[in-house]
């Protein structure tokens, strides 16, 4: 019998490739989004990539315990994955109680509703964020966890806590958080991919929509680091290869096969790369000149951060592999099939 995933924002980015590999798989996936940050064009694009017209879809804000309950008495859940949450930074320095109230509301009601029925295995979608400035790289899963610069990376960290307990408490949860570095690209079929709205704060969506002539010029946050070549260094993890790693660890979940009850990896590639090196890399795969810039440091960005990810490596049995050249092109392909240019 199959297995079955409750993907809770699962219309989103990141949820929506999960999605797509999971089904290809072999699990049968239940979607729940609120549709707050998002259109149904990931959905349609996973749907379309599966041949699954019939993944099922509530459209449900998951602060309201109600509705997540109606999902668990409609299906048997074997395991959750976590990622309806807000997500922007720097509008969560501004709206604080906002960013709060929706990312823990939503995180607990999914896990009394999993706790109610019996247990659940809960995957959280975490980030390399509760680290803060580390004081050495590459982080492993035993880096302190530095005081949040943000609300939002506040809520990550609280998040991660609300699972550790509520494991602990012993009422049939067991918690995995995956702590992802920079998810970036798009699914090799261009159907699904990242999808902001408004001016994008994130470094490959600016640069693509400045490639495409939506946003005249890149700023390169900082050339004057400690680092290499002056710009920041991140560990950009595809956000395909980061799909197989929940696949990997909900089959580590469902199969009994965790040594915790508990357990936290490290996603990402383990190599640091540099800003300007992804905007040299885009601009030589894809042919392109790039409009871009030099300007001033932006406020709380950390200089570098990159994985140490051999616990995923080996516990998961998981590893990233697709090439920074690709996941550009993906990335490329993407904007282009939004532009519908290469139709
Ligand atoms: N960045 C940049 N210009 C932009 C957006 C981002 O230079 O328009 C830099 C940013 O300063 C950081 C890196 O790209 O060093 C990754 O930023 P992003 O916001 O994508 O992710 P973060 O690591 O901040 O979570």
Redesign the pocket.
């Given at each position: 019998m199959s297995r079955k995933v409750l993907v809770t924002g699962g219309a989103g980015y990141i949820g929506s490739h999960v999605t797509v590999e999971l089904i290809q798989a072999g699990y049968d996936v239940v979607v729940a989004d609120n549709m707050s940050n998002c259109d149904m064009t990931c959905l349609e694009g996973a749907r379309k990539v599966t041949g699954r017209d019939d993944i099922p879809f509530y459209r449900i804000d998951c602060c309201n315990p109600d509705s997540v309950r109606k999902i668990f008495k409609e299906h048997r859940i074997d395991a959750l994955i976590h990622f309806a949450a807000f997500k922007a930074?720097g509008e969560s320095v501004n709206s604080p109680l906002k960013y709060y109230r929706n990312n823990l509301d939503s995180f607990m009601s999914v896990l009394s509703a999993a706790a109610e029925n019996g247990g659940c295995n809960v995957l959280f979608s975490s980030s390399a964020?509760v680290y803060g400035e580390a004081d050495k790289q590459p982080v492993t899963e035993q880096s302190p966890r530095k005081p949040a610069t943000s609300p939002y990376g506040a809520t990550k960290q609280m998040c991660e806590d609300i699972l550790q307990d509520t494991v602990k408490a012993g009422i049939g949860i067991k918690g995995m958080a995956l702590r992802y570095f920079?998810p970036v690209g798009a699914h090799p079929s261009a159907l699904l991919g990242e999808l902001p709205r408004g001016v994008p704060?994130?470094?490959?969506p600016?640069v693509t929509q400045t490639a495409i002539g939506k946003r005249e010029c890149?700023?390169?946050?900082?050339n004057d680091y400690p680092t290499p070549d002056g710009?920041?260094l991140?560990d950009f993890i595809d956000v395909v290869d980061l799909a197989k790693a929940h696949v990997a660890a909900v089959g580590r979940m469902i199969d009994g096969k965790m040594k915790e009850d508990y357990e936290i990896f490290n996603i990402g590639t383990g190599r640091p790369v540099s800003?300007l090196e992804i905007v040299k890399t885009f601009e030589k795969v894809n042919g392109l000149k790039l409009n871009y810039r030099f300007a001033g440091r932006?406020a709380g960005?950390?200089m570098a951060i990159w994985a140490d990810p051999s616990l995923a490596n080996e516990e998961l049995g998981w590893k990233a592999s697709r090439s920074l050249e690709d996941t550009l092109k993906s990335a490329w392909a993407w904007e282009l099939h939004l532009a519908g240019k290469n139709e």
């Open positions: 930074v964020t920079n704060n994130n470094l490959i600016y890149l700023s390169i946050f900082g710009t920041c991140r800003v932006r960005d950390i």
